[in-house]
């Protein structure tokens, strides 16, 4: 493939200069002074593993070049059109060149040998997306290697996430694929996250944590790790997940964003005269003001539609994605519960703009949070608070964090979604500094979680009143009494954990990669 980094020119003469540069380096031919235009080779072969030959192509006028092959910088002895890497050359670039007879490369490519998945992303304006809150288009390929094959070749949009961990020099970031992909058997999907991990020298944390919570009966995001190659530099190994969504591929809640788009498609199908240059802008006008959820009609540019004519709107009381925090992360839609806690609302991200609707999930909250904060668990209107959240989610929620001594789910990082009127704990988020991480502000003694002194300081507690409540520590003794085998294969020698860790060991062995 074809490794390439798109800087824009502030101005005309830079371009002249950057010209004429490549031509003196690397498109003259020696023998006769003249460009060698549109000579390039590319490395073809899919899924590269130790002894498999990288294969390439060349295209243009390749007379009297030779063949040179590097790896991690340094020369080897092949010159032929195809190498043969081995064990040795894994975590490192391997580059090809051609080379005119003075030994100037006239055209060449590169490729990082893993033992992970790479993926490769050239953005467009040839930054690292250190602006948070800049979305940046780039091309992207992912190489799933040996184990996986090809996955995806096209385009993207990236952006930086997280608040903490986003001002680290490695940084996370969200993606978006131009068209739904189902990377890695996940799922056909366009929205994905790459974790840094930065907090976490084993790189273990997070892909632990889903994996706890996904045997514990919670919905957890599926990952793979990777290595990431941006602007033809070597970023590090990432975490790729699927990003916190609404859908059947992840979180099985009525998606209103999904439905804004039906809806668009559907209204403008129905008035083509209205819309000759199709839905897309009616389809970010009803994302971003949801008041077709409760009225029977809405006005665009003019014009009313009935929004019966074309779909059937579900109940309101299911699809939405919510998140507690310590303060509110920037997110469209957010509100503090009567007894202090910061909400945001991750899906549908425009859910203010529909008043009646977030009054009801402003409702919910507050009757479960007085409810489970009473001695007895029925807050004043007489519900009891298993009524009003899963009994199953809040125990497996529970138990996953407090495990894993997770300490940022002390205050921050709680995820919970609408169901059937019912409140749903999970997915989990965020491990970096849990189970005992050198960063870690509590180390795990028990308790880290449910009593921490962070969630005092906060007042973002969210978990000592959970267990207050009889019916709560017997059915968390009996999860855990369930899952006790699985623990112990966790942490046991030779289990789980370890046997992740040799893993990471033995990409950590390996020789680094050239700086660029």
């Not at 800049?134 to 996430?161: H, L, P, S, W």
């Not at 979180?251 to 199709?278: H, M, Q, Y």
Request: hydrophobic share 40%; charged share 25%; proline share 4%.
């Amino acid at each position: 493939m074809k490794l390439t980094t798109k800087r824009k020119c502030l101005l005309p003469w830079c371009a002249a200069i950057l010209c004429i540069c490549a031509a003196l380096t690397i498109g003259v031919n020696a023998e006769n002074g003249t460009a060698r235009a549109g000579v390039t080779v590319s490395i073809v072969t899919e899924a590269p593993a130790p002894g498999k030959p990288l294969e390439t192509a060349v295209s243009g006028d390749a007379a009297g070049l030779s063949y040179v092959w590097t790896v991690a910088g340094q020369a080897t002895d092949c010159t032929a059109s195809s190498y043969v890497p081995g064990a040795a050359d894994y975590e490192a670039f391997i580059t090809v060149a051609l080379v005119d007879a003075d030994g100037t490369a006239v055209a060449e490519d590169r490729i990082f040998f893993s033992r992970l998945p790479v993926m490769y992303i050239d953005t467009d304006d040839g930054s690292f997306v250190e602006d948070k809150w800049k979305t940046v288009g780039a091309d992207v390929r992912i190489d799933g290697n040996a184990r996986y094959g090809a996955q995806y070749e096209g385009r993207m949009e990236i952006k930086r996430r997280g608040t903490g961990s986003s001002l680290y020099d490695k940084k996370p970031y969200k993606i978006k694929l131009e068209k739904k992909t189902d990377l890695f058997g996940f799922g056909k999907n366009k929205h994905f996250i790459l974790l840094a991990d930065y907090l976490d020298p084993t790189l273990l944390r997070n892909a632990v944590g889903y994996d706890v919570s996904r045997e514990m009966g919670l919905v957890a995001s599926d990952w793979v790790r990777v290595d990431v190659v941006m602007n033809g530099e070597y970023r590090g190994s990432y975490l790729l997940g699927e990003h916190l969504r609404t859908g059947r591929q992840f979180v099985d809640i009525t998606d209103w964003e999904d439905l804004a788009g039906d809806l668009a498609k559907a209204v403008a199908k129905a008035n083509p005269a209205d819309f000759p240059e199709g839905d897309d802008a009616l389809d970010d006008y009803l994302s971003s003001h949801l008041s077709w959820m409760t009225e029977p009609t809405f006005t665009y540019e003019g014009r009313a539609y009935t929004v019966a004519d074309y779909i059937s709107v579900p109940a309101l009381d299911d699809g939405f994605l919510l998140e507690f925090d310590t303060g509110y992360d920037r997110e469209e839609t957010y509100f503090k519960t009567a007894s202090g806690l910061c909400v945001d609302i991750i899906k549908p991200e425009f859910l203010g703009s529909d008043p009646a609707v977030l009054t009801y999930v402003q409702t919910l909250l507050d009757d479960f949070l007085a409810a489970v904060a009473s001695p007895d668990g029925y807050n004043e209107k007489g519900q009891h608070y298993t009524e009003l959240a899963d009994l199953d989610s809040m125990v497996a929620y529970w138990l996953t964090l407090e495990f894993l001594a997770n300490d940022d789910s002390a205050s921050r990082s709680r995820v919970c979604y609408v169901q059937n009127g019912k409140i749903v704990f999970g997915p989990v988020w965020d491990f970096d500094i849990s189970a005992g991480s050198y960063r870690s502000v509590v180390r795990p003694r028990g308790r880290a979680v449910t009593r921490s002194f962070i969630s005092t300081v906060t007042r973002q507690d969210l978990f000592r009143d959970w267990v207050k409540h009889p019916e709560f520590r017997e059915a968390v003794r009996v999860k855990y009494m369930e899952k006790r085998a699985y623990f112990g294969s966790l942490v046991s020698a030779g289990g789980i954990i370890e046997a992740m860790s040799e893993a990471q060991a033995k990409k950590a062995a390996a020789k680094k990669p050239a700086a660029k």
